[in-house]
């Protein structure tokens, strides 16, 4: 499985702006980048995906590298309920499953 | 609307005894999960299932057992507790494939002693 490198925590006020890097150095033509979240003492939950173009939804937005090399979560005004562990997952086609990683730790100030 | 729902969410278990986690999905969806994530960690898959009656297994199956017979269901078989299986399980659901999301149930937090 192609791998993901994430930091391992980042901090971030509330009301503003989070920018969660991930490096996929090894991915290939097909492989989809999801993102998924932990909140506290809950199971995971989708946040987005995409393949080659940036992909907006009600919850974030996901930047693509051109060359796919990495990709970029941006939550456009973090809240208090946005604190969790974010999980960058390569999807490659006919995989029938996810990987987890260790994620990102976001905590967000007040 | 349910989504995934599991039982129990807390179980404590002593070492030898047996349990089934229960899962279950309305949606539909041919594709279910189960993880199970240690303390500080990600979640490992234990075994999957692409439809009734077909089943894999994941990173980490030993000391389990599945089995799909409905759509909506896919019961996880703990036959001997041991200690190394405290964790907490995660169940998720998907139509499946890449361009699907997972659906994640709350999760049974199962203690072994």
């Known amino acids: 499985d192609a791998k993901t490198t994430q930091p391992n925590s980042m901090e971030s006020n509330e009301e503003e702006p989070v920018h969660l890097p991930c490096n996929h150095s090894?991915?290939?033509?097909?492989?989809?980048i999801h993102w998924y979240r932990q909140l506290p003492s809950q199971g995971p939950e989708y946040v987005i995906h995409g393949l080659t173009s940036n992909v907006n939804n009600r919850m974030a937005s996901l930047a693509i590298a051109e060359d796919r090399k990495s990709s970029t979560l941006i939550l456009h005004r973090a809240t208090l309920r946005d604190a969790a562990v974010y999980y960058c997952?390569?999807?490659?086609?006919?995989?029938?499953?996810?990987?987890f990683g260790q994620g990102t730790r976001l905590t967000i100030n007040p | 609307n349910a989504g995934v729902t599991q039982t129990p969410k807390f179980r404590i278990l002593k070492i030898g005894q047996s349990m089934t986690l229960q899962c279950t999905q309305d949606?539909?969806?041919?594709?279910m999960y189960w993880y199970r994530q240690d303390p500080g960690m990600g979640l490992k898959l234990i075994y999957y299932s692409v439809g009734a009656g077909i089943t894999d297994k994941g990173e980490v199956p030993n000391g389990y057992n599945v089995s799909r017979s409905t759509t909506e269901d896919f019961p996880l078989r703990l036959e001997l507790a041991a200690p190394s299986q405290t964790s907490v399980y995660f169940c998720?659901?998907?139509?499946?494939?890449?361009?699907?999301?997972?659906?994640f149930g709350p999760g049974t937090r199962l203690t072994v002693t």
């Open positions: 998720a659901s998907s139509y499946g494939g890449q361009l699907y999301e997972q659906y």
């Open positions: 090894t991915i290939s033509g097909t492989d989809y």
């Open positions: 997952i390569l999807y490659f086609q006919g995989a029938q499953k996810l990987v």
């Open positions: 949606m539909n969806h041919n594709y």
